[in-house]
């Protein structure tokens, strides 16, 4: 790239401009570039890999985070993991595994770190101008592109509860992100808050390593061991999807029994994970934790006193440190929200097919979708079909239409029924749903055009 | 590799693991100065039917491939060579290459010889190969899947094979004109037939980058 002043906007042509270097960035780089696109890719930290990267400033990995989807699950389709990996890799794994795929694809000449993308906005009729946050000291950088990916991650900004009396608490009040450390649990009567993967994970670190660990949660939710049956949970439920739909019913009752009755037995009444139920928390550890009385279970918090803390059913406790793993709130500030179909009341964007603005053809999102099964793999497909649209819209108005009709009826195809409230059920999707729309938008536009 | 693909491979249980043997010779390894490392010239992997596999391609191949200044790599498929036998079939063969791709640092060249250019056509269309090059296919798959990023590929067959089915099955499924070498198909790994072929293959390769 050449220099370029501060007053005018560097011209990109119809380059692509990728926002964020984690998984989502990486494959929309790779998949870009595959289909013949030049890519500038935009990263504020100084490392790639995203979240995975105990680097990166605002990593939210905590103590020992392990994959709670598989192997096979979880690999990008055209790049799989190596195969005498575990079923479950590790964070650190996950690092090496995406640092490998953008060796591999050579993704590193593209991405340029240390550079925020503080705004974009649409300019001459398609098109985007990009403004790279300065560095102290210096003026904003500004580009021009003819599209945009944004793939900044949704798990960023701590989604925080607010109880009477908190503010006055002596203890230590921390959100699961910022625990790093499995040190700082030990020898403390720990509070765990929140019901998801990272406050079940979470407790069960402070089974074995607190003095004590007591988990609020505010509803029962399902819960599922990461094995079923001798495989990986969501391997097994994937392969039952393959099966005839008389029989998926049955097979997955019956794969499900123990697990619920399991359950039940430590007192979580929740609805099976049922096909298009929410997803599951998966971890095999937790209800042995429950069973041997090494986590304690409460439900909601009703406040905070002084050294103490009161559940919903009048019970209390005195705890050191409270972890509250209640989740994150997605946060897109750089584009105006109306781009992203954010209006009414609901904060919440509004994408075609989860990854489309409906107001601008050049802009989509990767990666913003919660689909209780691998990320990865949705991403890649998505990014298959971003790259693909960007061509058929310059090439082929009538397909071009066609596809827009396809993804607008798609859209509401696979909401997922929850009984949530936090912000991550807003993104949730029926992946099986999903994938199948997916499918239908990408066969819609690799048609060989009409001759 | 169309989504569908994926989805039913993914609901598949995977071959079980085998330690693989993959044989690697670097511009690095010739300990000649005048031959370096090319950046932009992507690593080769290459597989055979023979059983030797990966050793087959030392007798002249690796070092030949190296010494164009890309990395050079083969792997012996379960069963050949060093890599212990396991079940599986063409499928886990094919399941061997792909793996033995993703090691390689960068995007690589498949090069598959007799039954291993059907397993380097199926293991291309799950991983972006940044080429396919076939040579003498045999037990070619009817209908191999459409190559993933859309790589070049190039058919390498004998003289006295350039009118097979096989040959014009591939050609036919690819739309590749064939290039033939002189010599008989079973001298590939080394003698004149192996220079002429490796000759051809190495400077398509560099037309191509
Ligand atoms: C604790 C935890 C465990 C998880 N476990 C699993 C699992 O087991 N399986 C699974 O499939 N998924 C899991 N996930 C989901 C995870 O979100 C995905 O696997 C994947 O990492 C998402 O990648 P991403 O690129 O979309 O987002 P991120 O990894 O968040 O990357 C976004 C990148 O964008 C950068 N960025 C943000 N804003 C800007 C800006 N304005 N300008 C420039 N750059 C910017 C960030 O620095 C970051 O590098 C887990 C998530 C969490 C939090
Ligand atoms: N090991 C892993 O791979 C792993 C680990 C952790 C996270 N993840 C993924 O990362 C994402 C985030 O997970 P997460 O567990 O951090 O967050 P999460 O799934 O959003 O869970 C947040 C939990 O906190 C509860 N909560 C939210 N607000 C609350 C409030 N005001 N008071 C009481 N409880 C409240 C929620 O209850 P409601 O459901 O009732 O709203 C929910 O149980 C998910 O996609 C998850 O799958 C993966």
Known sequence: ?451 | MSLTAWVRRARTPEPAPVRREIAVFEPADLFDIDIKDDPEASPVLCCTDDPAGAAAFNALWLKRIATSGRYAAAVSVRGQGGTPAAEGGVEAFTHDVVQAAVTVPRQAVLIGHREGAAWAALAAGRYPAAGLVLVSPQRFPKQPPKPVGGPPILLVVSESEAQSKEAQAVTEAYGTAPLTFAGSPDEVFKGAAAEGILDAVLSWLDGKK
């Open chain 1, 1 to 451: 790239m050449q220099e370029y002043s501060s007053q005018a906007a560097y011209d990109r042509g119809e380059a692509v401009c990728v926002i964020g270097a984690g998984a989502s960035g990486l494959i929309a780089v790779k998949n870009l570039r595959e289909n013949g696109f030049e890519v500038d890719c935009y990263e504020r930290d100084t490392v790639l890999g995203g979240l995975w990267n105990p680097q990166n400033q605002h990593s939210p990995l905590y103590p020992n985070t392990h994959l709670v989807t598989s192997r096979s699950q979880t690999e990008i389709p055209d790049f799989p993991m190596p195969d005498d990996w575990p079923d479950y890799p590790s964070a650190a794994q996950m690092l090496e595994y995406l640092t490998a795929y953008a060796k591999h694809f050579g993704l590193s000449e593209h991405i340029w770190y240390g550079s925020e993308i503080s705004q974009i906005d649409t300019v001459e009729g398609s098109r985007f101008e990009v403004v790279v946050k300065p560095a102290a000291g210096s003026a904003a950088r500004r580009l021009r592109y003819g599209a945009v990916i944004i793939a900044t991650g949704h798990h960023w900004a701590p989604n925080l509860p607010a109880y009477p009396g908190q503010e006055d608490f002596r203890g230590t009040v921390l959100h699961s992100s910022q625990l790093k450390d499995a040190s700082r649990l030990r020898g403390k009567q720990v509070l765990v808050v929140g019901g998801g993967n990272s406050g079940v994970d979470i407790a069960c670190e402070a089974a074995v390593n607190a003095a004590g660990c007591v988990h609020s949660v505010r509803r029962d939710t399902p819960h599922l061991p990461k094995y079923l049956g001798g495989e990986p949970t969501d391997f097994a439920l994937a392969r039952i999807g393959g099966r005839p739909k008389f029989l998926r019913r049955f097979l997955t009752d019956r794969l499900l029994k123990g697990p619920g009755r399991l359950a039940a037995r430590m007192g979580i009444e929740a609805p099976g994970p049922g096909s298009a139920g929410e997803e599951p928390v998966r971890n095999g550890r937790y209800l042995e934790h429950v069973g041997d009385g090494s986590i304690r279970r409460r439900g909601d918090i009703a406040r905070f006193d002084g050294f103490d803390v009161t559940f919903a059913d009048g019970t209390e406790m005195r705890p050191d440190l409270v972890v509250l793993a209640t989740g994150y709130a997605p946060k897109i500030t750089l584009v105006k929200p109306k781009l992203l179909g954010v209006e009414g009341d609901s904060p919440y964007p509004k994408l075609y097919a989860r990854m489309f603005s409906p107001r601008a053809e050049t802009l989509a999102v990767a990666g913003l979708v919660e689909p209780g099964v691998g990320v990865l793999p949705i991403v890649h497909w998505q990014t298959h079909a971003i790259a693909h649209w960007l061509h058929v819209r310059k090439g082929d108005p009538e397909r071009a239409a066609n596809f827009r009709r396809q993804v607008v009826a798609e859209s509401d195809q696979y909401e997922v029924e929850s009984g949530g409230a936090s912000p991550r059920h807003r993104l949730a999707v029926d992946a099986e749903e999903y994938l199948a729309s997916l499918g239908r938008i990408i066969d819609i536009l690799e048609q060989e055009p009409a001759k």
